[in-house]
């Protein structure tokens, strides 16, 4: 009965857009119609993963299935195999308000227009206006009751308005149209503002609509990689006509909706040194919202093509050419940017190449795809080496962009790798240990410090130095010669105290460390300031300072330096060269002594030799463990998880240490219970950046 109302049109349903419907309530036994926003339904067409078919689903209002819990009649009619499919009310792919049915008013009765407004995160709404004029009539809307303005009302009068369904009563008497054009305005920007926060949250889960795997440049691989996945092509003629294929896919990774007809859209095709016009079929997508603008497009990976959106696309060699610029030289994105910009004026394109944003984004996305191999490998050591050292540079995401399953650096997943045997050292791994290391190393700064006259700089004004503004500028210039007194004092006695410790800290470091060290650190340190010599001292010291540094020295002397040393140790001239490249304060320092004495001294062999023996003592005593079995190949999913889009997830992964002190130790009062449970605690970590701040950065890990 209800089918045969729909025929002979004693009731409506109408298609907001393919996967999008709103029927009319109507009972087939008494023929009764709802009136205004209580009279519709709406229905949406959704992917059933069970199943692999769509289907459409009424929403909760729906008189029927408050009543019976059941499929109500529109769902069936719709679901029908031999249901219509008439043309969409819309002719946009995504609306955002769409009026549907429209009374126009006579002279006894006003106009009713009954509006579909769509949602990002709940089921579209029904707003409806009765009245003659924009700004003389009432507005209602299904699910905010009771009031005459919300985002949904907004919507549906941008829309009318538009349209030239709401027109303005200029009448006199009315307020001016200015004054509502202005109001209108403002609706619309609170609008936007909304839409957009909603919008760049969305932005975090989406990804390409390529999806197979690409291999990397051939630059980039090693030799003992498999060719599992070949290199792309280069892009050449492309047809007119991008075919859709059976793989369609949308950024979701969600397939089409196979029952509704392909559309035909244009696209754009950005290459090394043209863009191209093309166009492409797609379908709408089985899962993503009707408002979002998603549509299942071709990979199209076989042409050299990476499909970003269904209408941006980049050639696969103009995204390695990036990649290469990138790892040679300082490239930033709009460097890149602005340089294919002009190379297309060059080529005479008048398509213009795509923006920064839109280009960084298309690179990232390739990026998740780009197949690499998961196994640490060193072509000295083979694969997992047993001495790494890990460094990098703290960054990651602002708060608006982070979604709920990024994770900091500190995290232990469930499926991180545990080390029983893993030991704290009992000593530093730095060359110089102890007091007398630090106390070295502020002497050496204090010596870099020093002006002409031999005295340092002047330390900056303290609290206790600072009085009550002057009256004068008499009061003014004596509390600025008291001020400068008092910190040349402060400067000459702190001189003082540091010339006179000078001494001691080279005997204790003749008789505690090595005596050639203590020569050197006399020569360049404890000596006076002389002008003629301090260009030269400039190099010395800055070899101290780096042997006397807190970081490790198997960062300042790897093993892969040795070679070097022995070549120095033997008095060969290539080996400063061979330090330059290795270990450079060191080769400048033989550089300097082979070019100006014709040979090396004696000290700086002995002080080469000794801290190539620390180098190898403290890389002897570091813990070692089994490596991990390698993964088949990292998932994509881990993506979002640990902030990485690199394809390196065990790197990446932090492992546990139970049996190390202090490791699973949690500040209470800085992590919340939330990431308690969630396995996170680290005071350092979250002190310096905060739970809402940073999430990753860049790590950088190179066999010594």
Same mark, same amino acid.
């Given at each position: 009965?209800?089918?045969?109302?729909?025929?002979?049109?004693?009731?409506?349903?109408?298609?907001?857009?393919?996967?999008?419907?709103?029927?009319?309530?109507?009972?087939?036994?008494?023929?009764?119609?709802?009136?205004?926003?209580?009279?519709?339904?709406?229905?949406?067409?959704?992917?059933?993963?069970?199943?692999? *078919?769509?289907?459409?689903?009424?929403?909760?209002?729906?008189?029927?299935?408050?009543?019976?819990?059941?499929?109500?009649?529109?769902?069936?009619?719709?679901? @029908?195999?031999?249901?219509?499919?008439?043309?969409?009310?819309?002719?946009?792919?995504?609306?955002?308000?769409?009026?549907?049915?429209?009374?126009?008013?006579?002279?006894?009765?006003? #106009?009713?227009?009954?509006?579909?407004? &769509?949602?990002?995160?709940?089921?579209?709404?029904?707003?409806?206006?009765? #009245?003659?004029?924009?700004?003389?009539?009432?507005?209602?809307?299904?699910?905010?009751?009771?009031?005459?303005?919300?985002?949904?009302?907004?919507?549906?009068?941008?829309?009318?308005?538009?349209?030239?369904?709401?027109?303005?009563?200029?009448?006199?008497?009315?307020?001016?149209?200015?004054?509502?054009?202005?109001?209108?305005?403002?609706?619309?920007?609170?609008?936007?503002?909304?839409?957009?926060?909603?919008?760049?949250?969305?932005?975090?889960? !989406?990804?390409?609509?390529?999806?197979?795997?690409?291999?990397?440049?051939?630059?980039?691989?090693?030799?003992?990689?498999?060719?599992?996945?070949?290199?792309?092509?280069?892009?050449?003629?492309?047809?007119?006509?991008?075919? $859709?294929? $059976?793989?369609?896919?949308?950024?979701?990774?969600?397939?089409?909706?196979?029952?509704?007809?392909?559309?035909?859209?244009?696209?754009?095709?950005?290459?090394?040194?043209?863009?191209? +016009? =093309? *166009?492409?079929?797609?379908?709408?997508?089985?899962?993503?919202?009707?408002?979002?603008?998603?549509?299942?497009?071709?990979?199209?990976?076989?042409?050299?093509?990476?499909?970003?959106?269904?209408?941006?696309?980049?050639?696969?060699?103009?995204?390695?050419?990036?990649?290469?610029?990138?790892?040679?030289?300082?490239?930033?994105?709009?460097?890149?940017?602005?340089?294919?910009?002009?190379?297309?004026?060059?080529?005479?394109?008048?398509? =213009?190449?795509?923006?920064?944003?839109?280009?960084?984004?298309?690179?990232?996305?390739?990026?998740?795809?780009?197949?690499?191999?998961?196994? &640490?490998?060193?072509?000295?050591?083979?694969?997992?080496?047993?001495?790494?050292?890990?460094?990098?540079?703290? #960054?990651?995401?602002?708060?608006?962009?982070?979604?709920?399953?990024?994770?900091?650096?500190?995290?232990?997943?469930?499926?991180?790798?545990?080390?029983?045997?893993?030991?704290?050292?009992?000593?530093?791994?730095?060359? /110089?240990?102890? @007091?007398?290391?630090?106390?070295?190393?502020?002497?050496?700064?204090?010596?870099?410090?020093?002006?002409?006259?031999?005295?340092?700089?002047?330390?900056?004004?303290?609290?206790?130095?600072?009085?009550?503004?002057?009256?004068?500028?008499?009061?003014?210039?004596?509390?600025?010669?008291?001020?400068?007194?008092?910190?040349?004092?402060?400067?000459?006695?702190?001189?003082?105290?540091?010339?006179?410790?000078?001494?001691?800290?080279?005997?204790?470091?003749?008789?505690?460390?090595?005596? !050639?060290?203590?020569? &050197?650190?006399?020569?360049?340190?404890?000596?006076?300031?002389?002008?003629?010599?301090?260009?030269?001292?400039?190099?010395?010291?800055?070899?101290?300072? +780096?042997?006397?540094?807190?970081?490790?020295?198997?960062?300042?002397?790897?093993?892969?330096?040795?070679?070097?040393?022995?070549?120095?140790?033997?008095?060969?001239?290539?080996?400063?060269?061979?330090?330059?490249?290795?270990?450079?304060?060191?080769? /400048?320092?033989? *550089?300097?002594?082979? +070019?100006?004495?014709?040979?090396?001294?004696?000290?700086?062999?002995?002080?080469?030799?000794?801290?190539?023996?620390?180098?190898?003592?403290?890389?002897?005593?570091?813990?070692?463990?089994?490596?991990?079995?390698? =993964?088949?190949?990292?998932?994509?999913?881990?993506?979002?998880?640990?902030?990485?889009?690199?394809?390196?997830?065990?790197?990446?992964?932090?492992?546990?240490?139970?049996?190390?002190?202090?490791?699973?130790?949690?500040? =209470?009062?800085?992590?919340?219970?939330?990431?308690?449970?969630?396995?996170?605690?680290?005071?350092?970590?979250?002190?310096?950046?905060?739970?809402?701040?940073?999430?990753? #950065?860049?790590?950088?890990?190179?066999?010594?």
């Amino acid at each position: 009965m209800y089918r045969a109302a729909l025929r002979d049109s004693e009731t409506f349903v109408y298609y907001i857009d393919p996967r999008t419907a709103v029927a009319q309530i109507y009972d087939p036994i008494t023929h009764d119609k709802g009136l205004g926003v209580d009279a519709w339904v709406v229905l949406q067409s959704v992917f059933s993963v069970n199943t692999g *078919r769509t289907s459409f689903t009424c929403c909760k209002w729906c008189p029927d299935k408050a009543r019976y819990n059941e499929a109500c009649l529109h769902e069936l009619a719709l679901n @029908a195999n031999d249901s219509p499919t008439p043309d969409p009310v819309s002719q946009y792919d995504n609306p955002s308000a769409v009026a549907f049915r429209w009374t126009p008013p006579s002279d006894d009765a006003a #106009g009713l227009i009954i509006f579909c407004v &769509m949602s990002s995160r709940a089921d579209p709404s029904i707003v409806a206006f009765n #009245g003659f004029y924009a700004n003389a009539g009432v507005w209602s809307c299904k699910k905010c009751r009771g009031v005459s303005s919300c985002l949904h009302i907004d919507a549906a009068f941008k829309i009318g308005y538009h349209e030239e369904l709401l027109p303005l009563d200029d009448s006199p008497g009315m307020e001016d149209n200015e004054r509502n054009k202005l109001k209108l305005e403002q609706h619309l920007a609170a609008l936007r503002a909304q839409t957009n926060r909603n919008s760049l949250r969305d932005l975090n889960l !989406e990804r390409s609509v390529s999806f197979k795997p690409i291999g990397s440049p051939r630059w980039c691989r090693l030799d003992s990689d498999p060719i599992s996945t070949p290199s792309v092509v280069r892009p050449r003629r492309l047809p007119k006509i991008l075919q $859709l294929g $059976l793989d369609a896919r949308c950024r979701c990774g969600a397939p089409p909706l196979h029952s509704f007809k392909a559309t035909l859209v244009p696209c754009t095709v950005y290459q090394s040194h043209r863009a191209t +016009q =093309r *166009r492409v079929w797609v379908k709408p997508c089985s899962r993503c919202p009707v408002e979002r603008n998603m549509f299942a497009g071709p990979d199209l990976r076989h042409l050299g093509i990476f499909n970003l959106n269904n209408s941006r696309m980049f050639a696969h060699d103009l995204l390695n050419e990036y990649t290469t610029a990138m790892s040679a030289m300082e490239a930033p994105f709009h460097a890149f940017v602005e340089v294919v910009k002009k190379r297309y004026i060059d080529a005479g394109c008048r398509t =213009r190449f795509a923006g920064e944003d839109s280009f960084r984004t298309a690179w990232f996305s390739r990026s998740r795809l780009l197949h690499s191999f998961d196994s &640490m490998h060193c072509e000295t050591c083979g694969e997992n080496p047993e001495c790494i050292i890990f460094d990098g540079q703290s #960054g990651g995401f602002d708060a608006d962009l982070k979604t709920s399953l990024l994770r900091p650096p500190t995290t232990v997943l469930p499926d991180s790798s545990t080390r029983m045997a893993a030991t704290r050292h009992a000593r530093d791994t730095a060359a /110089v240990q102890g @007091a007398v290391g630090k106390r070295a190393r502020l002497a050496i700064r204090w010596r870099q410090s020093l002006a002409a006259n031999g005295q340092s700089r002047l330390q900056g004004i303290t609290v206790a130095d600072v009085i009550d503004d002057p009256a004068d500028a008499d009061q003014e210039a004596e509390r600025s010669a008291r001020q400068q007194k008092t910190r040349v004092s402060k400067r000459d006695a702190s001189d003082a105290a540091m010339r006179a410790s000078l001494d001691g800290i080279a005997r204790e470091l003749e008789t505690t460390v090595c005596s !050639e060290l203590s020569a &050197m650190f006399r020569t360049f340190v404890v000596a006076s300031y002389d002008n003629a010599k301090e260009e030269v001292r400039q190099l010395y010291l800055n070899l101290l300072a +780096q042997i006397f540094a807190y970081e490790s020295i198997l960062q300042f002397m790897p093993e892969h330096s040795f070679n070097a040393v022995h070549w120095l140790l033997a008095d060969d001239e290539d080996a400063a060269a061979a330090l330059l490249g290795t270990v450079p304060a060191l080769g /400048v320092i033989a *550089r300097l002594e082979i +070019q100006t004495l014709g040979r090396y001294t004696r000290e700086t062999k002995r002080i080469a030799a000794w801290l190539m023996e620390r180098s190898a003592t403290v890389r002897a005593k570091l813990p070692t463990h089994e490596p991990d079995p390698p =993964r088949a190949r990292f998932v994509v999913a881990d993506i979002p998880k640990t902030g990485s889009c690199w394809g390196r997830p065990r790197i990446r992964s932090r492992p546990s240490y139970p049996n190390l002190q202090g490791d699973s130790k949690t500040d =209470r009062a800085v992590v919340t219970e939330e990431l308690k449970a969630a396995g996170i605690g680290c005071s350092k970590y979250y002190e310096t950046y905060g739970i809402h701040g940073q999430t990753g #950065g860049i790590l950088a890990a190179w066999c010594p």
